[in-house]
């Protein structure tokens, strides 16, 4: 009675019809509340259906980042603030202090865990994407925590939250690393590549070329842009012009938009084009992590060859030679020049290869691999697929050698040894195993 009371109080809107007190229309009132609610719960339930249908349904773009987004909304408060000071704190007062992208990924683990023993101050940005099992990305991330880098879960696209790491600490410098990496994935879901590699890139610079000080950016290209040049070594200035994929052609976008921002902000830039890096904690999708997975298994593994029975080979660089060569390209970086959106006067621009500087191919990555597991794999030779592969890399590491003293020092076999050792360890002799 008194819910009517309240009901019946209510000031009747011009036009409308006032509610009055049978007994009839108590019932058609409440009749029209249940219809209401009913109508509600479905429409919420239809919410809901429509944003977490499985990743691979047609939505899995908007899912994605309807769920980033949902993880974006979650930061803020005087004790995340805390966490993301503490972290930044470099050990001396003149010390470096970095915001490194993809941080939970596989360089990004462990350049951040280098930066931090030499005692710069480091905080990690990732969007935990399920691109490759998240569970490896969190494992990274308690590895980082526990040398007292702390990770902020956002996308960096997310501009609002970019500006706010800004106006907390004052970084010197980015080390961005967060992509959409795979080449081959490229053709699956190409719109993701377009996401993080150029919306995301571009996201970032102009949060940097806004904020001030302006700081100094180092950030990870890739030998792909290379494409189907055919002049080997690859050199830094050979023709970049004909990207072999999507992924490389996003890359290769990047060092132009890098070019732009350099050129009208004043930014210090310098690209580092990776050559196929693995390691401990490396990345799943890549051929020498599932090739492990699947010969433990007794699975067979598809091993490419160009025509005419041509060796496929590729450049591969281990992680500890690329982590050198990151922090080398960190410290010689010069300081942007602009401030607040203005440039002052002419910034560093520059690209560098990060290689090995031998080439093995996949087939001989094998047997070091069959050597290293004592099992034989089941081999399936098969044609290279025309999906962004390219036949060859090599880099030619000269550029970076006289800039900074880059000189790789891990071969196939020993780097190769470590990660099987790390991947016997993480997953257990073959009965946990990789996804
Ligand atoms: O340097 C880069 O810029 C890129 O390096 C890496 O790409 P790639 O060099 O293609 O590495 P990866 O897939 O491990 O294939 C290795 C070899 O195995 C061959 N390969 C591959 C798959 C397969 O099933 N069979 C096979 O023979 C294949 O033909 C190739 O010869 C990164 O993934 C990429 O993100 C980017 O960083």
Not at 13 to 19: L, Q, Y
Not at 102 to 121: D, I, P, Q, W, Y
Not at 257 to 269: F, K, R
Not at 369 to 377: Q, S, T
Request: hydrophobic share 35%; proline share 5%; charged share 20%.
């Amino acid at each position: 009675m008194s819910q009517m009371k309240h009901i019946d109080n209510t000031p009747s809107t011009p036009g409308k019809f006032k509610i009055e007190k049978s007994p009839y229309n108590r019932l058609r009132l409440q009749f029209s509340l249940a219809k209401i609610i009913f109508w509600s719960l479905v429409f919420v339930g239809l919410i809901f259906v429509f944003f977490y249908r499985s990743p691979s349904s047609s939505s899995h773009v908007s899912s994605d980042l309807f769920r980033r987004s949902l993880r974006t909304s979650s930061y803020g408060g005087p004790a995340w603030e805390k966490k993301i000071k503490a972290s930044a704190k470099p050990r001396s007062s003149n010390g470096m202090c970095v915001l490194v992208t993809g941080a939970a990924g596989f360089v990004g683990t462990h350049v951040s865990a280098a930066l931090k023993r030499r005692g710069n101050g480091v905080l990690g940005l990732d969007n935990f994407n399920d691109y490759y099992d998240p569970s490896l990305k969190r494992a990274r991330q308690e590895l980082l925590e526990r040398s007292g880098v702390y990770i902020v879960e956002a996308d960096i696209n997310d501009a609002t939250l970019l500006k706010k790491l800004f106006e907390i600490v004052a970084f010197t410098h980015v080390m961005h690393l967060a992509a959409q990496a795979g080449v081959r994935y490229a053709m699956e879901n190409p719109s993701s590549y377009v996401h993080s590699n150029i919306a995301g890139l571009v996201n970032m610079l102009e949060v940097c070329k806004s904020v001030n000080p302006q700081p100094s950016i180092v950030w990870a290209s890739s030998s792909s842009v290379y494409g189907l040049n055919t002049k080997v070594p690859f050199s830094e200035r050979d023709r970049t012009d004909q990207p072999a994929s999507l992924y490389a052609a996003t890359k290769k976008a990047g060092e132009e938009i890098a070019h732009t921002y350099n050129h009208i902000y004043g930014l210090s830039i310098t690209g580092l084009r990776f050559f196929t890096v693995y390691g401990p904690w490396g990345r799943p999708d890549m051929a020498y992590f599932f090739f492990t997975r699947d010969i433990l298994k007794g699975k067979s593994i598809p091993i490419f060859e160009a025509a005419n029975h041509g060796t496929v080979a590729r450049d591969f660089t281990y992680i500890d030679d690329i982590v050198k060569g990151c922090l080398g390209a960190l410290d010689t970086a010069k300081k942007s020049t602009g401030s607040g959106g203005k440039k002052k006067g002419p910034a560093q621009l520059r690209v560098f290869n990060l290689g090995n500087t031998s080439p093995v191919p996949v087939s001989d990555l094998v047997s070091i691999l069959e050597k290293l597991l004592k099992v034989k794999a089941k081999r399936l030779i098969m044609k290279l697929p025309r999906n962004g592969d390219v036949q060859f890399t090599h880099a030619n590491i000269s550029l970076a050698q006289k800039e900074f003293g880059y000189k790789p020092t891990t071969d196939l076999q020993t780097g190769l040894k470590k990660f099987v050792r790390w991947y016997l360890s993480y997953y257990g002799n073959g009965k946990k195993s990789a996804q």
